[in-house]
């Protein structure tokens, strides 16, 4: 009798111990989900103001193509310095704005449904693509040094060109071309790059949904 009531205390042990282990792996899948719910909330708060910045940087576009457009068409090729450069300035102006509406629609196919890993893998992506965006952008600050050249004023020999406007043309291309090396994924760690990209609002605010 000793034996068999000693086997049922063992087993009723084992089962209260069982039904133990089952209430806390719940209760940590719970609290797990509960955490994951909680960390995605916040980092989704945290991107609703870079999809504003995003859709507000895109009608700007819009509007400052627009009218650098219409100045290149009514100067045509009467100054082929103030056209060219303005047309390369609209050239990298959509290039910046193809690459706001592909981030708009990664922000926008996040929802709270969503796991943690694969909201921080999508702003991984756009963090990515905001760097390369930037290195293609900052190609168009020579030519914001060229628009207002002319061919008289050029061929005059006016020291005012050769001794101020072409140097300081020289030094933003030298500028560019280094900031076009520097700025990429590898560097996006090291501190100047971090404070250069931390200075536009939605970088930073991809950075504080990351963290989360």
């Not at 209260?16 to 719910?37: G, I, R, T, V």
């Not at 060109?161 to 140097?167: A, H, N, R």
């Amino acid at each position: 009798m000793e034996s068999i009531e000693l086997d049922n205390l063992l087993q009723q042990y084992q089962q209260a111990l069982n039904q133990a282990q089952l209430l806390n792996m719940q209760s940590w899948q719970l609290n797990l989900k509960c955490f994951e719910n909680q960390q995605g909330q916040k980092a989704r708060s945290s991107l609703k103001p870079v999809i504003g910045i995003k859709l507000f940087a895109l009608l700007l576009g819009f509007a400052w193509v627009g009218f650098l457009g219409i100045l290149v068409f009514a100067v045509g090729w009467k100054n082929p310095y103030f056209s060219i450069s303005l047309s390369m300035i609209i050239l990298f102006t959509i290039l910046a704005m193809a690459a706001y509406t592909w981030h708009l629609t990664i922000l926008l196919s996040i929802k709270y449904e969503d796991n943690v890993l694969d909201t921080q893998a999508k702003i991984a992506k756009l963090k990515l693509s905001t760097i390369q965006m930037l290195r293609i952008v900052i190609l168009q600050l020579p030519f914001h040094c060229t628009w207002f050249w002319s061919p008289g004023w050029i061929n005059s020999h006016d020291t005012g060109f050769w001794l101020i406007s072409f140097p300081i043309f020289i030094a933003f291309t030298v500028l560019t071309i280094w900031l076009f090396m520097q700025i990429n994924p590898e560097n996006a760690n090291k501190p100047w790059l971090k404070k250069f990209l931390s200075l536009g609002i939605e970088y930073k605010n991809l950075e504080m949904a990351d963290a989360m």
